[in-house]
T-cell receptor
Framework: NAGVMQNPRHLVRRRGQEARLRCSPM?????VYWYRQLPEEGLKFMVY????????ESGMPKERFSAEFPKEGPSILRIQQVVRGDSAAYFC???????????????FGPGTRLTVL | AQTVTQSQPEMSVQEAETVTLSCTYD???????LFWYKQPPSRQMILVIR??????QNATENRFSVNFQKAAKSFSLKISDSQLGDAAMYFC?????????????FGKGTHLIIQP
């Protein structure tokens, strides 16, 4: 039973390029969360998605960042025109729900470390 | 907005001894969840223990236990019989009980060093 998969594990981009980070949730999980971890910091929530819906994007920067979770395929976090300040580890987590109650554990992937040159 | 504070950037303990990591949080909600996550050098986030705010009993998982003081908004982690494999960053996290706000709010972490 595979856990949460993220790829690539390491991504190097030059300033101005685009970065695409992928996350495949655990089997049976339909909820995905993206977090960013800057050096020496804790994880910061970015966005929460269900299939084809963005539920909460309160932590997403207003510009250059977008996320999707299509009906088929992985969730994608897209960063356009990257800058050096985007260098960080980006973690994806997935969870199930039981009815209307969101009390299930979030299982984390291994993260993607983005380096912007 | 909720905040989580970990006031100990680094802690050191002798192998086999007990260590307590501190966490306080601020919220106006009455129902929520609290977590401790471990992040070893591999950077994988591993859930150590969780606590539902409506439960008065402190959660326990083998050598890991919490001291949950709801009125004081305190959620400390006690690690008994420390082992070398416990060395890692430890993050305290908060999550609302529902309403779509499911994202975790993390503290800045405590770096735990185990002295052999």
């Amino acid at each position: 039973n595979a856990g949460v998969m993220q790829n690539p594990r390491h991504l190097v981009r030059r300033r101005g390029q685009e970065a695409r980070l992928r996350c495949s949730p655990m089997k049976g999980h339909s909820h995905v969360y993206w977090y960013r971890q800057l050096p020496e910091e804790g994880l910061k929530f970015m966005v929460y998605l269900q299939k084809e819906n963005i539920i909460d994007e309160s932590g997403m920067p207003k510009e250059r960042f977008s996320a999707e979770f299509p009906k088929e395929g992985p969730s994608i976090l897209r960063i356009q025109q990257v800058v050096r300040g985007d260098s960080a580890a980006y973690f994806c987590a997935s969870s199930q729900r039981q009815g209307m109650v969101a009390n299930n554990e979030q299982f984390f992937g291994p993260g993607t470390r983005l380096t912007v040159l | 907005a909720q905040t989580v504070t970990q006031s100990q950037p680094e802690m050191s303990v002798q192998e086999a001894e007990t260590v307590t990591l501190s966490c306080t949080y601020d919220t106006s909600e009455s129902d929520y969840y609290l977590f401790w996550y471990k992040q070893p050098p591999s950077r994988q986030m591993i859930l150590v223990i969780r606590q539902e705010a409506y439960k008065q009993q402190n959660a326990t998982e083998n050598r890991f236990s919490v001291n949950f003081q709801k009125a004081a908004k305190s959620f400390s982690l006690k690690i008994s019989d420390s082992q070398l494999g416990d060395a890692a960053m430890y993050f305290c996290a908060y999550r609302s009980s529902g309403g779509g706000a499911d994202g975790l709010t993390f503290g800045k972490g405590t770096h735990l060093i185990i002295q052999p």
